[in-house]
């Protein structure tokens, strides 16, 4: 792939998965925010903003390494992390494993940008 549709790939994964987090906090049945579910998504967000630099952030000049190791992990950790805390529940969840999925392939699609 080339640089520019991985960057398109990774910008429409990043906002899916941002996405189905925000419509995970508000399908609680009740309205009580979900404070993970609300981290979550401003943190993808706010790592794509970063790593595209769409906003100057005169402390990451110099550190793009750095945040591409901070987004791969993010994003590998919320996959942990949604298999630690459902146990066995996690695969009966298809709006999770959906997301998931999407995760794995943001992780491809940052894998293969760095390597371009």
Known sequence: MNRPTLRNAIVVLTLATAAIHLYLNFNTGAFVPQPAFIANAIGYVALLAAFFKWVNLPFLKG???SLWYVYLGYTALTIVAYFAVNGAKSFSNPVGLADKAIEVLLIAALWF????
């Open 113 to 116: 940008h760095k390597e371009n």
């Open 63 to 65: 550190r793009e390494k």
